[in-house]
């Protein structure tokens, strides 16, 4: 079975055919390299091939990037001298598809080669759009669902086949910089217009056998291989080009923070690599490229958002045995935020909704939030007016439970109360189908107790969607105690669905992410109670990769959830609250009636509009300045190990049961430093004796809260890491 097969025509033009067997999407591996090496030699030596088009077999895709896991295995297999083997396999790619884009031509006259063209079919990514970059044209089907970019940044690593160097080549800077720094994929019209393709054509795989057949010796002649080729915008030596580059570089600075390795090895790649010539700047990425594999950083992000994620949500720990439980009709009860929010994303992802709430009205604004959307979407040309009429269609809104019959999952959503919980649940589960799965859709009420209302308490689930729905890419399942192995299935499979990621935690207090998030905010709030500059916690945690700091997180999510979960847990906990000054800022600020964004006043002072305006003064009235801040490194320990313990302790008390979900439950669920690969993974980057010694640091400087959880303790003493005692393929040995 082969990943690249040849077929010559009468007419001489050799199709090479990407098919990888058994995939429904193209990757490319160290075999597929190799095919595709002695299919290239073979052509060009061959002649009676006039030229060359490289296609795919999949319906609908080209290629969707290189196997991750080839890194990985390069990596163990170089030994000690990892750094040399990866460098080795990136200049072997780089040799590949340089012996591509120069197609036997001679070097001093620049002819005498064989055209070659990219007949992509369909969507590209990754090494799917850097083989095309180094081909002589690229030909895209027209099919608006396509997409063709180069998002390797998201995943911690930057295009390292030479699609950094080619596509700044192309395009200057300027041109390029959103595709290779924010990851952009793009529609094939706006491809052609941006410069990334050639030419858009129905039936590319016949266009491009027509231009090669067609091709003239200046037709296969890259830009920086002719004779006095000037980078667009100015190379760096150049004034304009000069400041092209400061600007690219105050921006990478601004976005990252500094926080991500990749975007600043991407940005020296191209400064460097902009000063010499077009094989000296692929050497030049190839060190790079190779720094940043090195970094744990980029291994703990590959393993956490790409293999980890797509493991979990392929269902990775959904429970054997239990056949499809894909949902076909689903019940939301309570048409709020979140419960509209629920039904737009089941009825996108096809599925049947019934929307209820206490009165027609309720129910119809409920519906009514998915056709506002779906007509912003019309605004921006992604959806049409059919598009449009087919999802509402999907929605019943309506007051009477009796439309709940037919339904195969109920997700209730009504106000946090765990008597209004009840009484809907057994006003429901009277006129549902016996078989039918009830999943609550709460934040914080331990799934045990709201299951006591249930006559069928092994039906009874968790589904917790964080806010807002439509948005957020996570969701977190709760098994009670009772809950049996066909409601997580069943979970499992309506968020596969409706295309979010789950994790499957079992049932506590907080459940995962708001156990490790509430710490965070607590931590920021004792700061400054203490006299810590606001200013400087947030800063601290967005140069840690966090999207937004503790204090503005507050306000965004308002300061009377704040202050309710405070009295709920000071209830449950009687004695062992660990109460602190921290609570009565919270109960101050909900006195003041300063509950955030949603009241334009909060820890920020807003405008009409909602616009932060800067930090409120009466803050530091009330809390004023120290006349010595901490250290940066300080303010930010106490962020990361305010959630890191918990997730160590979430592991220890089994709420956690798989580490993959930890890590990637973190990142989707809150934003936790994506560098880090997730809280677990952090603690192994930084070493898990270095962690104990800074808890009995923190511990005996703040309190009890930063005492080493003896799990860490223990692997601290044993030289262990996480991913290394808790890994699957660990646990299954």
Same mark, same amino acid.
């Given at each position: ?145 396509? &997409? ?154 590959? &393993? ?307 616009? &932060? ?91 009890? &809260? ?28």
């Amino acid at each position: 079975m082969t990943d690249f097969t040849m077929k010559t025509d009468a007419d001489g033009v050799a199709i090479i055919t990407w098919d990888v067997p058994g995939k429904s999407m193209n990757v490319m591996s160290l075999q597929g390299g190799a095919e595709l090496n002695d299919l290239i030699d073979a052509a060009l030596a061959d002649d009676a091939v006039k030229g060359i088009v490289i296609t795919s077999g999949k319906d609908g895709s080209f290629a969707g990037g290189m196997d991750l896991n080839v890194l990985a295995d390069i990596r163990s297999q170089a030994g000690d001298d990892a750094a040399s083997g990866l460098f080795e396999f990136t200049m072997n790619g780089h040799h590949l598809l340089r012996k591509i884009e120069r197609a036997g031509m001679d070097a001093k006259t620049n002819k005498g080669g064989k055209p070659i063209a990219a007949a992509v079919n369909g969507t590209a990514a990754g090494i799917g759009y850097e083989l095309p970059l180094a081909t002589h044209r690229i030909f895209m089907t027209s099919n608006p669902k396509a &997409r063709i970019g180069l998002p390797e940044i998201l995943l911690g690593i930057f295009p390292g086949s030479g699609g950094t160097t080619r596509l700044v080549r192309k395009l200057g800077l300027l041109g390029a910089s959103s595709y290779l720094l924010e990851g952009k994929l793009v529609a094939p019209d706006k491809a052609k217009a941006a410069g990334l393709i050639d030419e858009v054509a129905d039936d590319p795989v016949a266009a491009a056998k027509d231009w090669v057949l067609a091709a003239k010796d200046a037709d296969l002649v890259k830009p920086w291989d002719a004779k006095g080729y000037k980078m667009p915008g100015g190379a760096p030596y150049h004034p304009a080009g000069f400041m092209n580059f400061v600007g690219a570089s105050a921006m990478v600075h601004g976005k990252t923070q500094g926080a991500f390795p990749a975007a600043k090895a991407l940005l020296s790649a191209v400064y460097e690599g902009a000063m010499v010539d077009f094989d000296t700047a692929l050497r030049i990425e190839a060190r790079w490229f190779t720094n940043v594999l090195m970094d744990p950083s980029s291994s703990a992000m590959i &393993r956490s958002l790409f293999v980890n994620k797509e493991a979990l949500e392929k269902g990775a720990v959904r429970p054997a045995d239990i056949d499809d439980q894909r949902v076909g009709k689903l019940g939301v009860l309570g048409a709020g935020m979140m419960g509209a929010g629920i039904a737009l994303v089941s009825a996108q992802a096809g599925i049947e909704v019934v929307l209820v709430d206490r009165d027609q009205a309720a129910a119809d604004k409920g519906k009514a939030y998915t056709e506002t959307y779906l007509d912003k979407g019309m605004k921006r040309g992604k959806v049409t007016a059919d598009k449009k009429e087919a999802m509402l269609s999907r929605i019943t809104a309506t007051a009477e439970l009796e439309q709940l019959k037919g339904c195969d999952l109920i997700i209730e959503a009504v106000f946090e109360d765990p008597a209004v919980k009840a009484e809907m649940t057994r006003k429901v589960e009277a006129i549902i189908p016996e078989d039918c799965i009830f999943a609550s859709n709460t934040s914080t009420l331990p799934i045990t107790g709201l299951a006591k209302a249930s006559s069928r308490p092994e039906q009874f689930i968790g589904i917790h969607f964080f806010s807002p729905v439509e948005k957020m890419l996570l969701v977190e399942i709760i098994k009670g105690k009772q809950t049996g192995p066909r409601a997580v299935a069943k979970a499992l499979d309506y968020v596969r669905q409706i295309r979010k990621t789950p994790i499957v935690v079992n049932d506590a207090r907080f459940f995962y992410a708001n156990r490790c998030i509430i710490p965070y905010g607590n931590e920021a709030a004792r700061m400054v109670t203490e006299g810590v500059s606001a200013a400087l916690i947030d800063n601290a945690a967005r140069q840690l990769g966090f999207p937004v700091g503790p204090i503005q997180l507050g306000d965004e999510t308002s300061i009377d959830l704040a202050a309710k979960i405070t009295r709920a847990t000071k209830a449950a906990m009687g004695n062992e609250y660990p109460a602190s000054e921290a609570d009565n800022l919270v109960f101050w600020m909900e006195d003041l009636g300063r509950l955030g964004r949603k009241a334009k006043a909060g820890y920020f002072d807003y405008d009409e509009n909602g616009k &932060r305006l800067g930090l409120w003064k009466g803050l530091l009235d009330k809390y004023p300045l120290a006349e010595e801040q901490p250290a940066l490194q300080e303010v930010q320990d106490r962020l990361m190990f305010s959630q890191a313990l918990e997730a160590v302790r979430a592991l220890e008390e089994g709420v956690i049961e798989d580490i993959r979900e930890a890590d990637v439950g973190a990142i989707l669920g809150w934003g936790f430093a994506p560098w880090s690969g997730g809280p677990l993974s952090w603690l192994d980057i930084i070493g898990a004796a270095y962690a104990a010694e800074r808890c009995d640091q923190l511990a005996g400087k703040f309190g009890d &809260r930063f005492a080493c959880p003896p799990l860490l303790r223990e692997m601290a003493e044993k030289g262990q890491s996480f991913y290394r005692r808790f890994a699957p393929e660990a646990k299954a040995a």
